[in-house]
């Protein structure tokens, strides 16, 4: 037990992360059901396909989930209504002004986190009322932060920031990182990547399988113009990286970035296509499992590395 | 005792970084003095400069102590003879190929480490035959790699790729970060921006007092066409920024990096004209200190952090 455990009434402090493409109701139920917070990515769905995640996640388990909502959703109100509607407890906000929104759901007794990448952001969430925040380092797939921090860096800067409980994201796959995230002060983890190619995620096997093959170096924070993202390198990167090198703007960017892109690949696996988000730590993911194993997994890593911690006094 | 500390012959796994302007015979002595390694900084010296820190180092302590060689240096063999002539028995390689220089020095007896930022030159280096490698993220300062793979995701795969040690860089200044390098499974840790700021440090004490007042997001890895540094944001930075706003060229980069930039900004304490080389983790650096207080605050630090760990069992 501690803070996150408590404030999200979990079993372990652990965040499966709310992932365009991946983490639907399916993700978060098997999540939830196996003792961490099982999250549903609202990013990649309309609102009426919201609605049906969320209902189908209330049957599936009977364990606490979440919703995730980046602020810069064009439907927000829409979003928001359903949250209410449906009872949603606990909301994952990212992307935008915490303090827009963070009182209404206070209001209504919903728990709130918002992802932040400095302490700047940490401390408007913290005065706008949320009961959390996620801390995400430069290392993390997706969308990011423009200032470059890694989660080494960032978990410290924020919890000297604030006195929230601060979860750490970014770089964490296995029991060994998030035992360093705990080392740094995190009360817990959120993870993306090792979750995005789970047995339970609906991303497309090919894309499982490409980030499966993944080496180190394979990712690239890219389209900083717009807004930076991490991704795999592919056949789409190459043609961001063809405009850089003939020197680009946001119209061009823009326009080969187009829509949908994050569907074809994540979802249709297109792999040449397909923007391909994920992060760095994809390099030393080497399998793809169910929800409880690897859950599992990581708690038998955590206390054995704990276990075998160096010592000054050895 | 562990794998590092026996190579070594130190008391603790922890490693001083050899740093242009700032780590010369002083700071490497009081290094070693307190039961860490201590390196001597060759960037930045001209051959007759090293060959006088090396006698006082040699005269300051007792205990062992390294010199840091970039492989880019340009008169790198006048180098090697001084380390042979005065008998230095630990070499730290970085920036280069391991495979030139490590045989000559292995067989003279010297203990070989190299700096590396991907699995590709940590193999490298193993098959070169060096006794461990120091793998160093993308939040360390000064000269980084091109894969801008962060401390929490490069640790991971250097272990998984090489059997010899593995010291974790970049982003690590207290003893939370130490431990959670140590729980990534490092076997030691490099420490640099914590003692550049030291008392012994031979930085200017303007640079060390811009440091300390140095936020999140203050530091930048720039000049990527030349090869990648990380500095703190000020004029000089400024002026490198406005070239890429209006598309820039290697020759116009190098034109305006010229020459004893870094000197200027590190040992002159010209903040405005200079490069002023650090880390990220410079964001929560606090106080200038001695380097006994440094290493028995990370000591103890690390060892409070550790007793007081998450347990999944609790």
Redesign the interface.
């Known amino acids: ?2 803070r996150v455990t408590h404030l999200l009434g979990i079993k ?2 652990i965040i499966q992360a709310g992932m365009v493409w991946c983490s639907g109701w399916k993700l978060a139920s098997a999540a939830s059901n196996n003792g961490i917070l099982g999250v549903i990515g609202a990013g990649s769905m309309y609102p009426d396909v919201l609605k049906l995640h969320i209902q189908k996640c209330k049957k599936a388990t009977q364990f606490p989930f979440a919703v995730n909502i980046p602020l810069f959703y064009p439907q927000i109100e829409e979003l928001f209504e359903i949250l209410f509607e449906e009872g949603v407890e606990i909301v994952i906000t990212s992307g935008g002004n915490p303090g827009l929104y963070t009182q209404r759901m206070k209001n209504r007794g919903i728990k709130v986190m918002h992802v932040i990448a ?2 700047k952001f940490a401390k408007k969430a913290q005065d706008a009322g949320v009961d959390a925040v996620i801390a995400e ?3 993390a797939g997706g969308h990011n932060g423009r ?8 978990v ?2 924020i919890i ?1 920031a604030v006195k929230i409980p601060v979860i750490a994201a ?3 796959g ?1 029991g ?2 998030m ?7 995190a ?1 817990g983890v959120q993870i993306g990547s090792r979750f995005a190619i789970s047995k339970e995620s609906s991303a497309h096997d090919l894309f499982k399988e490409y980030v499966l093959s993944a ?3 394979d990712t ?2 890219t389209l900083k113009e717009l807004a930076p993202v991490r991704m795999l390198k592919n056949e789409f990167y190459s043609r961001i990286l063809k405009l850089y090198q003939k ?1 680009t703007n946001k119209e061009e960017l823009k326009e080969l970035l187009g829509r949908s892109r994050i569907k074809k690949g994540i979802f249709e696996g297109d792999l040449i296509e397909g923007n391909l988000e994920i ?3 994809s ?2 993911i080497e399998s793809i499992d169910s929800v409880k194993t690897i859950v599992q997994e990581i ?1 038998m890593d ?2 054995s ?2 276990l075998n ?6």
């Open positions: 037990m501690n372990h402090p400095n302490v380092g430069f290392e200032d470059e921090i890694t989660t080494m860096c960032l410290p800067s000297k970014g770089g964490i296995t060994r990182s035992l360093a995230a705990m080392s740094l002060g009360e080496k180190d170096g690239v924070l020197g992060g760095q730590i390099a030393i708690i955590y206390e590395a704990k911690l160096f010592s000054f006094h050895d």
